[in-house]
């Protein structure tokens, strides 16, 4: 439970005083934000986002995370290098098109690793996109702050008060597989601590309060070591990689409850799409353990209410970090090496998880998406519930948003959003009364036309997915 006194009233942010900023210079010339008390609020209001017993709120609503991790590619020839930050408008024409497919996914959640304050000083472009579809954010406060807690603060300033802000992700299994008990996991931890710590004062200046997560490794232990040395945590995080019929998650799920009364959530899922005993990529698998996975042991249900949801990871395929981590291959039999290298968990079908697959959507040489079987799978999972277009709980509530301003739409098209969906909708519209069969359109581009327009999908337009292998 919050402490009120902590927190600061969350029921009436969008009427709090302390909005505004203002930009001084220092000695050395850099640009500072500072927050200050203004009657005005010239940014976007923040989410009311509060926590009750282990659920998360929204709004006063319980929301469950469908979220999905999203670390894009700067482009495909950029394909092995490991990306900086693009959440800036100048990379729109990158993130857009993913936002789209996000939503339509059924997405209501992305969790992102970088986030950088110098190239956001002046530009929250995505943000104001995420909110414009309906997504929330999962902010980091990376593992680079550890060694530089001093400019947290500078992340917080400028975005606490959005409200596409879900919570802040500080840290990512800082302690790594170390033993939680280890002096070298101690002073993770201890590091740790103080970024949340920083981070809860910067929101307090600014009259905010977002949920504050540490992603662990999935490892009770490490929870419990790192609230022994004080860190600020509201809602308790883990990347866990389980196989859909291990018993584990079950003890995993009792020794949390026994340790901890906050919420829970696995801030990463996944298997990758390449089996490494064939050497060939089998999207059904991955579609079917995903999918399975989510029904009976992550999601809200199917973790008989010990999460909040979760986050699949991920959403776009990472060659860069196969590459980065070749010499790991010998974790995996075969050891195949190279862009082909993997560790070795042994609860997936392959005993082998592959840095270069994990996605459910890949990047090709020209600049389009390949959306692989399990983004077909998890939509129907996810956007097949009545739910307002997919485009998740907060476009469907907030009139704030509308296709008409749509900040998604202007940076997509140059400006011209409104003219562009119009044009989209006839185009639609024609497509649909001439009835494109399988053999005149790919299914998934059938697909995403139906799903344009909020339509019922047809049972023959979806992919059939094929038995996992054993």
Request: glycine fraction near 6%; charged fraction near 20%.
């Amino acid at each position: 439970t919050i402490d009120e006194t902590e927190r600061g009233d969350t029921t009436n942010k969008k009427s709090t005083a302390m909005c505004a900023w203002w930009q001084s210079q220092d000695t050395s010339g850099s640009r500072l934000l500072s927050p200050v008390a203004s009657p005005q609020c010239d940014l976007p209001p923040s989410t009311d986002v509060s926590i009750a017993g282990r659920a998360l709120l929204v709004n006063g609503d319980p929301y469950e995370v469908r979220g999905l991790a999203y670390s894009p590619l700067l482009g495909y020839e950029a394909r092995m290098v490991a990306p900086p930050d693009i959440f800036t408008q100048r990379h729109a024409a990158r993130w857009s098109l993913d936002l789209h497919h996000l939503a339509a996914l059924g997405a209501n959640t992305l969790r992102l690793y970088n986030w950088d304050p110098a190239e956001h000083e002046h530009d929250i472009a995505f943000l104001d996109a995420c909110a414009a579809v309906g997504l929330r954010v999962i902010l980091p406060i990376s593992n680079y702050f550890l060694d530089h807690p001093d400019m947290v603060k500078r992340i917080v300033y400028r975005v606490a008060s959005h409200r596409s802000l879900l919570m802040w992700a500080v840290s990512n299994e800082a302690a790594g597989t170390t033993p939680p008990a280890s002096p070298k996991a101690r002073e993770a931890f201890a590091k740790v601590a103080r970024l949340t710590a920083e981070v809860r004062k910067a929101e307090k200046l600014v009259n905010t309060w977002h949920p504050i997560s540490v992603p662990l490794t999935c490892d009770v232990e490490a929870m419990l070591e790192l609230t022994k040395v004080g860190a600020v945590v509201d809602v308790d995080a883990f990347n866990c990689y389980w196989a859909t019929d291990q018993t584990f998650p079950v003890d995993f799920y009792a020794q949390l409850a026994a340790a901890s009364s906050r919420p829970a959530l696995l801030s990463e899922f996944g298997i990758d799409a390449l089996d490494n005993i064939a050497g060939t990529v089998d999207e059904d698998v991955q579609a079917n353990h995903l999918v399975a996975e989510w029904r009976s042991l992550v999601s809200a249900d199917g973790s008989g209410g010990a999460t909040i949801g979760a986050v699949v990871f991920e959403w776009l395929d990472e060659p860069w970090k196969a590459v980065k981590s070749a010499e790991l291959g010998g974790a995996c039999e075969p050891n195949r090496g190279g862009i082909r290298a993997g560790w070795g968990p042994n609860a997936l079908p392959d005993q082998c998880a592959n840095e270069a697959f994990f996605g459910i959507s890949e990047l090709l040489p020209n600049g389009s998406l390949h959306l692989k079987r399990a983004y077909f799978a998890l939509r129907r999972e996810w956007a097949g519930a009545g739910r307002e277009c997919a485009l998740g709980p907060m476009a469907a509530r907030d009139s704030e948003v509308s296709v008409a301003d749509s900040v998604f739409l202007r940076y997509a098209t140059g400006g011209l959003g409104v003219a562009s969906l119009l044009l989209v909708a006839c185009v639609i519209t024609a497509l649909r009364h001439f009835r494109l069969r399988p053999n005149t359109l790919h299914d998934e581009q059938r697909e995403l036309a139906d799903q344009a327009d909020c339509d019922t999908q047809e049972d023959d337009g979806e992919p059939e997915l094929k038995s996992s292998r054993k």
